[in-house]
Each structure stands twice: as C-alpha cells, then as structure tokens.
C-alpha cells in the first residue's frame, strides 16, 4: 500500500466518523459577524492552522480549497463570496465530499445568509486539478502538502501555480520541523497521513514554492504543535513541530530573486528626516518598516550605524518595502 492510498484510508474513516483530535489547529474558530459554525464541521476541522485571512478575501474573490475536511473553512471562505459556484472545493475522497454536502445542509440552517450552492464540490487530485489556468483569486490548502513526499509536492504546488490568476494567492497552513528525522519516521506512512513525518524545514517549505515560480512569499504565523518523544515515537531525542501560516503570490519574480517576508523590520535612526537607500526604499526617522529579507541584507550591507534590522518574528501582516 503507498502512502497516498495510507492517507486516503485514513481520511476515509474520518469522514465516517470524526476524529476530533486527528489534527488539532491552534487557531480559535473564527465565527464572524452572522457567521455560525455547525459543530459537526468543527470536529472535522483537520487543519494545524487557519487559511482565512480577511484581507485576501475583498472584492468578491473566485476561491478554491483543495481538502475539504469537513467544509468548515469553505463556508468561511463563502462568507466572503455569496455567488453561486464562488468557492470551488476539491478532494480525492468520496466520504469527505459527502460529508462536507451534510454540513452544508446543516450550515443552512444556522445561517440565513448561506446556500449549499454557493459551494462547488469536485473530486479530483491536488496534483491534477479539474480547474481552469488562470481562474482563481485565492486557492488554499490546509495540513494537506505536508503529507506529500517530494515529487508528489512539487506536482500539486505546480498545478496550484497554474490554476491562480496573476497576482492570486495561495494561502497555506502546515506543519514544519527544523530539526532532521531519520528515515523510520519519514517512511512511515500513517504518521506522514497524520500530518507528522512529512514536516520540512521552514527554508525548504519556501524553496519548494519559489522554485515553482512563485515571487512573493509571507510567512504570517509560526506557532507550537506537536512533540514526538522517544517514548511514544521511533527517536532518540524529542522532535519539536511547528505549524506556520503562509501566503505564496503569484507576483512576477524579481530578477534579483523572491521576495520572502519573515517579519523583520528596519528602523533608520539617524540625524536627517528620512533615508533614501536609492532602491526604492524610504525609511522614515524612527519608523519600523516592514521589510523582506532581501532587503534587509541590501540594507545590512550598507554598513551603516544608524539603521537597526530587527530579527525575523516569522509574522508579517502586510506593507512594508514592497
């Protein structure tokens, strides 16, 4: 049996049956203005993070999620496009379409404003989706690449590149792990399914979305998750998780490289008004700017004693030099 069919099984039977702490997010759950959550898709929100960020969601935005989960984060995403088919949500498993088709039923109920149709289910495969190029706003994944080994990984996040509009987003949220893990742990499929072995190092995680064309990347949270200790897990020493909260833009990419904002900030100190690096960049007397770290190595090799770039907190929130 491969690690996909593993996977598939897994999610299977957390359909028939929700697993509440299959994969335990460390987010509350945002209920909006008018915005009620059915507790069903509550404990079938398989997800380490959140997706939804109001910000990308303005102007009607065409949305698609690729694993549905229990359709938690699709209604939320609805919340911000009542269009009938406004949100396209895709997944591999019979069970997990058909509950999320239930929980939409009971979300009607709840929430005068919502219709089942403003939500468009499709099976399909995150590494072949049955989407148009260039025909989504904002596409999202929740806790679902992780699980992917390497080349499965590229594949959906090419097809997640090929489906976004110029300047769409792709919002993620999955677990990392800077510390290595030997091959018992990566090849073992249940714990990859159950979003564990197949964490990546933060750098590597943003190398994989750079690489496939990707020109901005922000990374706008980083938060504990899980501990697989020796006695529980095959390890000698404790393996500390992380999940993060991601945005890769479909932005042109700069002939110098990405743009990757990890939350540091300059701050310019010195005698006059303002600085003028002559590259685009004004930084205002004794006002942090938020800054990608290219730039912030463009402005450490200044040499300069009156600007101070602070270290990354791993939260942009938006603005800043570019």
Not at 144 to 166: C, G, H, S, T, W
Request: hydrophobic fraction near 35%.
């Amino acid at each position: 049996m491969s690690y996909l069919e593993t996977t598939h099984n897994l999610y299977k039977e957390a359909a028939l049956k929700p697993d509440v702490g299959l994969c335990c997010t460390t987010n509350p759950i945002w209920e909006l203005p008018g915005l009620k959550i059915p507790k069903i898709m509550q404990e079938m929100n398989y997800g380490c993070g959140s997706t939804v960020h109001a910000r990308d969601l303005t102007n009607n935005p065409k949305m698609l999620y690729v694993g549905v989960g229990g359709g938690m984060e699709l209604l939320q995403f609805a919340y911000f496009n009542r269009q009938k088919g406004g949100v396209v949500g895709i997944d591999v498993v019979d069970e997990m379409l058909e509950a999320s088709r239930k929980n939409f039923l009971e979300a009607e109920t709840v929430n005068p404003w919502f219709k089942s149709e403003f939500v468009t289910l499709k099976k399909g495969d995150a590494m072949n989706l049955p989407v148009e190029d260039n025909s989504i706003d904002v596409a999202a994944q929740n806790c679902l690449f992780n699980i992917f080994k390497a080349e499965d990984l590229k594949q959906a996040i090419a097809e997640m590149y090929r489906v976004l509009k110029p300047h769409g987003k792709l919002v993620m949220s999955d677990p990392t792990c800077e510390q290595p893990m030997n091959n018992e742990l990566r090849n073992d499929d249940r714990l990859r399914a159950l979003c564990l072995s197949g964490s990546l190092p933060i750098v590597d995680y943003i190398k994989m979305l750079t690489d496939a064309g990707f020109g901005t990347i922000e990374i706008r949270a980083r938060k504990p998750y899980r501990i697989l200790d020796p006695k529980h897990y095959a390890t000698d020493e404790l393996i500390y998780i992380e999940s993060i909260e991601v945005a890769a833009i479909k932005d042109p990419m700069p002939a110098d490289g990405p743009c990757v904002f990890t939350g540091k900030a300059a701050i310019y100190y010195g005698d006059n008004p303002f600085l003028d690096d002559k590259k685009g960049h004004i930084l205002l007397k004794n006002q942090p700017l938020a800054i990608c770290d290219k730039t912030a190595q463009a402005l450490k090799d200044l040499n300069r004693d009156d600007i101070f770039i602070s270290e990354s907190t791993y939260h942009y929130d938006g603005g800043g030099c570019c």
